[in-house]
């Protein structure tokens, strides 16, 4: 079974500046997707960004990026010129990508990022 | 227009009741899906339907029914409400079954039991 793990609980960052947050994923598959979902206090889920596990290059939407390291099963996020804005929960997901998939996304536990004026 | 809609956005009842949420999607998508959100924020699918077809149940009590009387359409019906099934119920659409298809969530809908 795939699993995704988020192993930071809580992160903060100072206005304007950048931060990364961290995600892993463990499956035997080849073919998925990896997202990343922003939950502000409003509590309505919002994409962030995804990749496609067969694309070598790294997804970019704005100020967000993500450093996707298939062998190592890894895929951060990386935040830019963080604004207060930013200031959410994000939370990491995976969803097979494979003939007959039912695209459930498994999400990570989840980062509370704060951003500080 | 909202792409998909919830009611009712919370709900608060006693252990013991039944209660739906209804969901509606105007994007004419042809999956839907429920999420459970528990209070640590750990999100979890519950159903997925397809077509009207359902392709997800992930290990829920029979005390939660889904039905989907048309591809815009996924309620969830809960019967003897227990304390443990407080949470915020997501319901999300996508164009189809693939991965590749972006997952659009409702609002969420807060349910307290009391």
């Known amino acids: 079974a795939q699993t995704v793990t988020q192993s930071q609980p809580e992160m903060s960052v100072q206005e304007a500046e950048t931060v990364t947050l961290s995600c892993t994923y463990d499956t035997s598959e080849s073919d998925y997707y990896l997202f990343w979902y922003k939950q502000p206090p409003s509590r309505q889920m919002i994409l962030v960004i995804r990749q496609e596990a067969y694309k070598q290059q790294n997804a970019t939407e704005n100020r967000f990026s993500v450093n996707f390291q298939k062998a190592a099963k890894s895929f951060s996020l990386k935040i830019s010129d963080s604004q207060l804005g930013d200031a959410a929960m994000y939370f990491c997901?995976?969803?097979?990508?494979?003939?007959?998939?039912?695209?459930?996304?498994?999400f990570g536990t989840g980062t509370l990022l704060a951003v500080q004026p | 227009d909202t792409a998909v809609s919830q009611t009712p956005k919370y709900l608060v009842t006693q252990m013991g009741n039944d209660k739906s949420i209804k969901c509606e999607q105007n994007l004419g998508h042809d999956t839907m899906y429920w999420y459970k959100q528990d209070s640590k924020k750990f999100l979890k699918i519950m159903f997925s339907y397809n077509n009207k077809e359902l392709i997800i149940n992930e290990t829920v009590p029979n005390r939660f029914s889904p039905k989907s009387p048309d591809k815009a359409h996924l309620n969830l019906h809960i019967n003897s409400l227990e304390l443990g099934d407080s949470a915020v119920y997501f319901c999300?659409?996508?164009?189809?079954?693939?991965?590749?298809?972006?997952?659009?969530f409702g609002p969420g809908t807060r349910l307290t039991v009391t």
């Open positions: 999300a659409s996508s164009r189809s079954r693939g991965g590749s298809y972006e997952q659009y």
């Open positions: 997901a995976y969803t097979s990508n494979y003939g007959g998939a039912t695209n459930k996304l498994i």
